[in-house]
T-cell receptor, first 113, second 111 residues
Framework: NAGVTQTPKFRVLKTGQSMTLLCAQDMNHEYMYWYRQDPGMGLRLIHYSVGEGTTAKGEVPDGYNVSRLKKQNFLLGLESAAPSQTSVYFC????????????FGPGTRLTVL | GENVEQHPSTLSVQEGDSAVIKCTYSDSASNYFPWYKQELGKGPQLIIDIRSNVGEKKDQRIAVTLNKTAKHFSLHITETQPEDSAVYFCAATSGWGKLQFGAGTQVVVTP
């Protein structure tokens, strides 16, 4: 099992450009999450999904969109990147049972100039 | 919503000594408390967790304690080794998925 994988690992964008981050998991997990990690602020939830075809807003959703067309994939989109979106982005997944462990991907480091 | 505070933000210990990280939470409905270790350039990895019906859990050199009345939980690492150097995050959830993380503790183990 590869677990949770993220593509790409690094990306540099110019302000106003768009991009999509891909998260894939091979553990047949129901729930998937996107977090951003900034120095001194821990991990903050952007959006999450409790199943194929469903998405919901987290703590910091503004400027991001997501889609979960297939159970194993969760896409995070930036329509018009801003310097404030410079961060490390982590995807996670877990089973649908109560209190299930979240497993994290290796992260994507995004810089917006 | 849930709010988790974590202290200290940095912790320097000598190899062989113990390290303790403390977290407090605000939502009395929270019932699952995982701890994650994040090494440089990697994603967080679960190292231990505890549920609200248990007061203490131990796994080799790592232990976690939970005080529901006071709404705080702690991570204890004994006999620290250089490979314990990392950032540690506590988290809390009421069980249906959304973890609220603390800000993290940078642990440095010096030989």
């Amino acid at each position: 099992n590869a677990g949770v994988t993220q593509t790409p690992k690094f990306r540099v964008l110019k302000t106003g450009q768009s991009m999509t981050l891909l998260c894939a998991q091979d553990m047949n997990h129901e729930y998937m999450y996107w977090y951003r990690q900034d120095p001194g602020m821990g991990l903050r939830l952007i959006h999450y999904s409790v199943g194929e075809g469903t998405t919901a807003k987290g703590e910091v959703p503004d400027g991001y969109n997501v889609s979960r067309l297939k159970k194993q994939n969760f896409l995070l989109g930036l329509e018009s990147a801003a310097p404030s979106q410079t961060s490390v982005y982590f995807c996670a997944s877990r089973t649908g049972t109560k209190g299930g462990t979240q497993y994290f991907g290796p992260g994507t480091r995004l810089t917006v100039l | 919503g849930e709010n988790v505070e974590q202290h200290p933000s940095t912790l320097s210990v000598q190899e062989g000594d113990s390290a303790v990280i403390k977290c407090t939470y605000s939502d009395s409905a929270s019932n699952y408390f995982p701890w994650y270790k994040q090494e440089l350039g990697k994603g967080p990895q679960l190292i231990i967790d505890i549920r609200s019906n248990v007061g203490e859990k131990k796994d080799q050199r790592i232990a976690v304690t939970l005080n529901k009345t006071a709404k705080h939980f702690s991570l204890h690492i004994t006999e620290t080794q250089p490979e314990d150097s990392a950032v540690y995050f506590c988290a809390a959830t009421s069980g249906w998925g959304k973890l609220q993380f603390g800000a993290g503790t940078q642990v440095v183990v010096t030989p």
